[in-house]
């Protein structure tokens, strides 16, 4: 009888090793930003030939977006879990201030390359508007959802609010004093949620 022992093919969870590669190329990009890095270069610094980085991302682009969208996850069950503990949407409205100036570096160095993508991408004729429109929809339903907002005038106003934020940093300017502007905020932005819920 024949008892040569048979190497079994490696079983791949395919869904978590994308993850790994993208948890795996965001300090590459943060280092070396999107248009610093060829595919090739990124290939050997994941370690991985540049055809299994294509099963598994089309592209440089594509792997970047899903990296994007990764960040964007995270951050929204990072944000979620830490205002849940707030008991009244007036004190989730009070902690955006602190929430957003106590990370302001994560947000403005993520914020920063995903613009820089963008713009690299329009350069080239490349639409991102579906791009923005799935970010843009995913934070307004947190925002929604997490203030406790009724009316899309209330959401569209606190999601400019701190997009605003977010241009002033990535631009290096100083923000207005957030601890007072959302004490005020916290404020007068129920009111108006309700004032525009009950006119529609």
């Not at 300090?27 to 610093?36: A, D, M, T, V, W």
């Not at 995270?74 to 007036?90: G, K, T």
């Given at each position: 009888?024949?008892?040569?022992?048979?190497?079994m093919?490696?079983?791949?969870?395919?869904?978590?090793?994308?993850?790994?590669?993208?948890?795996?190329?965001?300090?590459?990009?943060?280092?070396?930003?999107?248009?610093?890095?060829?595919?090739?270069?990124?290939?050997?610094?994941?370690?991985?030939?540049?055809?299994t980085?294509?099963?598994?991302?089309?592209?440089?682009?594509?792997?970047?977006?899903?990296?994007?969208?990764?960040?964007?996850?995270?951050?929204?069950?990072w944000v979620?879990?830490?205002?849940?503990?707030?008991?009244?949407?007036?004190?989730?409205l009070?902690?955006?201030?602190?929430?957003?100036?106590?990370?302001?570096?994560?947000?403005?160095?993520?914020?920063?390359?995903?613009?820089?993508?963008c713009?690299?991408?329009?350069?080239?004729?490349?639409?991102?508007?579906?791009?923005?429109?799935?970010?843009?929809?995913?934070?307004?339903?947190?925002?929604?959802?997490?203030?406790?907002?009724?009316?899309?005038?209330?959401?569209?106003?606190?999601?400019?609010?701190?997009?605003?934020?977010?241009?002033?940093?990535?631009?290096?300017?100083?923000?207005?004093?957030?601890?007072?502007?959302?004490?005020?905020?916290?404020?007068?932005?129920?009111?108006?949620?309700?004032?525009?819920?009950?006119?529609?």
């Amino acid at each position: 009888m024949d008892y040569t022992c048979q190497v079994m093919p490696k079983v791949v969870d395919h869904q978590l090793y994308r993850q790994e590669l993208l948890e795996k190329a965001t300090p590459l990009f943060l280092r070396y930003g999107f248009e610093g890095l060829t595919t090739r270069e990124l290939a050997r610094h994941l370690a991985i030939s540049t055809g299994t980085l294509y099963h598994y991302f089309a592209s440089k682009d594509k792997l970047f977006e899903a990296l994007a969208r990764h960040w964007m996850e995270q951050d929204m069950s990072w944000v979620r879990a830490s205002f849940e503990a707030l008991p009244d949407r007036r004190q989730r409205l009070q902690g955006v201030a602190a929430f957003l100036s106590e990370h302001r570096d994560k947000f403005n160095t993520q914020n920063r390359l995903v613009l820089q993508f963008c713009q690299f991408q329009q350069q080239r004729g490349i639409d991102m508007t579906y791009f923005w429109n799935e970010i843009y929809a995913s934070w307004e339903n947190l925002t929604r959802d997490t203030l406790e907002l009724r009316s899309q005038f209330a959401v569209d106003l606190i999601c400019q609010v701190i997009d605003g934020v977010f241009l002033q940093w990535i631009q290096g300017s100083q923000s207005p004093d957030l601890v007072s502007f959302f004490e005020r905020l916290s404020h007068w932005l129920p009111i108006i949620d309700q004032a525009e819920s009950l006119s529609t």
